[in-house]
């Protein structure tokens, strides 16, 4: 008997106009789908067009959506960007919108930023705490400078495959892990 393929969304962390996260996450998939260990899909938070948390009555059918969304995965990889030395706004409002679905998984991150998003992803973990996901040690850093040309096309260096493939195999390894407890 094979065990179930375990289900692990690429989360994209910024909404913006713009936005080179797509780049980032088609990347991390990339490298993922060539692995095979797991299920690997694109959860691109703007397409859930939630409201700002407590501005509106709840109702909005994005926000059950995203909730949906989140139960069906056993685990995440973060694409995270650093806005003013923290996580965005999108990805913290995101974050709040959701409580049990985010219990008991796993998680990695992968940043960019001038500093490769460090200090946004070091506030990440952080709030990972208080979800209850388990952030994996590997941390892809990503450099606008080094890895993008004119900060919006994304040309990795090689360097970071090992990183990424690491960084993915202890989230499927701890994804597969907690599954138990929840
Ligand atoms: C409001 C704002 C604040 C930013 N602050 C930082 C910062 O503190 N440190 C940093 O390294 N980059 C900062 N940046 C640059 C972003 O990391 C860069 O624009 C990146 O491409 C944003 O990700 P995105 O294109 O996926 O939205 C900031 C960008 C914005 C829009």
Known sequence: ????????????????QGRVSPQVGEWVKGIANSHGNANYEIVDIADFNLPFLGTTDGTEPGIAAWNEKLTEL?????????YNHSISGALKNALDFAREAWHNKAAGIVSYGSTGGARAAEHLR?????????????????SLFTDFENFSEFKPQ?????????MLNEVVAWSGALKSVR
């Open 1 to 16: 008997m094979t065990a179930e393929k375990l289900n692990i969304g690429i989360i994209l962390g910024s909404t913006r």
């Open 74 to 82: 056993d685990g995440f990889v973060f694409i995270v960007q650093e």
């Open 126 to 142: 952080g709030i990972c705490g208080e979800l209850k996901i388990a952030d994996v040690r590997t941390h892809p850093t990503l």
């Open 158 to 166: 090689e360097l970071h495959l090992q990183n990424v493939t690491e």
